[in-house]
């Protein structure tokens, strides 16, 4: 199957100054307004949660998103599914892709948060697992899983027994109580593997970023020695700009960084181009760059993000949309 990662959305095609020259130019931060848009079949539906949507794909004449369901708030819960759509707007749930795992394991009490990798002709779905039941006095200890297909319609197996990164086993890093959110990228060859993680002890408000890298797709995935590279951030959506990578920060870290886009030449040492207002929340975004490793990435369009419908309300996806300028600050 053709897998095409350039075919427009109809969208008005807009030329702006890339992150890099931004900042260089009289330190400019620009600015990123945020719309949405309600979406029917994955959207508002009384009883079930959806939330944690991956990055969106293209293959062929159809966009596919990943996703969580279960019928709890949280995503602790929860099994992956996974919908399509022929434009962005209209999409269909297909069903269930991943299923919990066995009793007593890694990902035994729940399988969620997955973002998609498309590598070697092949479909990685990369998910979060957690093996305690949800509850009263939960501590999560979530792992980052791995799931192989040779179609993004499935089936799909599983890459091993163990997870494909797990939290440190030293309680000084910023990831030594979980990691989640896992969010990939191609960089001279390499697979750049973004993830969130928080240090034992620490809150949700104090995760942190980090990234690990492989040759291959299914790993051994290394963290890199700088981690943490950013020091915020609940959720993960970066993408590749230019000869660097971007990340859209939300609501959480150092006040100097959220809600904000940080660009880094290195994929590593990441700084504020841009303020964004309205910003989404467990986003993914349509990254039609991401894989190819061509430097031509621009700035993330569009996409999806978990919305919350209130106190009775479970979480549910809705579309994003984003409006770009540049000024100075």
Partial sequence: MKINYFQPLGLTALLFLTPAKAQAESDK??????????????????????????????????????????????????????????????????????????????????????????????????????????????????????????????????????????????????DSHLIDDACLVVRDGKYWFYYKGRQLGKSPAQTQMGVAIADKPEGPYVKHEANPVIPGNHEVIVWPEGNGVAAMIGTVGPKEITNSILYAEDGLNFKKTHKVANGPVGAGAYRPEAFTDSKKGGHAEWGVELQYAGKKGLPYIQRWDAKWSEQAD
Avoid at 39 to 64: A, C, H, T, W
Avoid at 101 to 121: C, D, H, K, R
Avoid at 128 to 152: H, M, R, W, Y
């Fill in 29 to 174: 931060i620009g600015i990123v307004e945020i719309s949405y848009t309600e979406l029917e079949n994955i959207g508002l539906q009384d009883g079930v949660m959806r939330r944690d949507p991956s990055d969106i794909i293209k293959v062929g004449d159809l966009f596919y998103l990943w996703y969580s369901k279960g019928n709890i708030a949280p995503g602790y819960d929860a099994t992956v599914w996974y919908a399509t759509s022929p434009d962005g707007m209209n999409w269909t749930e297909k069903g269930e892709v991943l299923g919990k795992g066995e009793a007593g394991t890694w990902e035994g009490a729940s399988v969620f948060t997955p973002n998609i990798l498309v590598a070697e002709g092949r479909y990685w779905l990369f998910y979060t697992g957690t093996s305690q039941e949800f509850g009263k006095n939960f501590n999560p200890d979530s792992k980052i899983g791995l799931a192989v297909s040779d179609s993004p319609d499935g089936p799909w197996e599983r890459v091993g027994n163990e997870p494909v990164l797990k939290n440190s086993d030293n309680p000084e890093d910023f």
